[in-house]
């Protein structure tokens, strides 16, 4: 009994501390907060960076490897900011690229809302096939954001669901310039039930 206990209690992922954190490939902020907030006037009305997290939308990569992007790039489909999540999780490694409280450009139709975590992998197949070392961490990040900033089990979204840009599915979903649905995988049906689970086991 007590082995089975200590087994269930070391198989439940820690919650991700801050102080561990990777803030190494930061986006500089004093670019990138006028940059996101003129980019948020014009896709939801709102002319500001400040963001007040009311749900969490995970991703893969689509990429085996760190994706500099959303550390360099400076503009995406020919307007700026460039792309960056909050956060990428690779293996045990978190990177914050942004704090929480920043809006990043990661989802079309909720970086008004969400906070935006990406994990590094191919494809749902690759991500399952990483030895869970991944998810387990974004599980771990993903409970500690819902205690610190009062979101619920419900508001963790895939991309795949912010992608229908239906309001039923996320209710949060807005976009001024291009209202209409888009192609969007991520993280994969597979992935996104296992985090979910692990993510159950924090509370
Ligand atoms: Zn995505």
Known sequence: MKKFLFCLLACIPAAAD???????????????????????????GEPQWQLQPKCIVLHYTAGR???????????????SPGLASHFVVDGARIYQLL???????????????????????ADAQDLM???????DTAAGLVADLMARYKIPLQEIYSHQQVALMDTDEVPWVLDRIN??????????????????????QHQ
Request: charged share 25%; hydrophobic share 35%.
């Open 18 to 44: 801050p102080s561990t954190w990777d803030t190494s490939r930061a986006r500089p902020l004093g670019a990138w907060k006028p940059a996101i907030a003129e980019y948020s006037r014009r896709h939801y």
């Open 99 to 121: 704090p929480p409280e920043v809006r990043s450009r990661s989802a079309y139709g909720i970086n008004h809302r969400a906070i935006n975590i990406e994990m590094v992998g």
């Open 129 to 135: 096939a990483r030895g869970k070392g991944t998810m």
């Open 179 to 200: 209202p209409e649905p888009y192609h969007k995988i991520d993280p994969g049906v597979e992935p996104m039930r296992y985090i979910l689970s692990r993510v159950r």
């Open 65 to 79: 490897e760190f994706p500099w992007n959303l550390v360099n790039s400076a503009d995406f489909a020919g307007e």
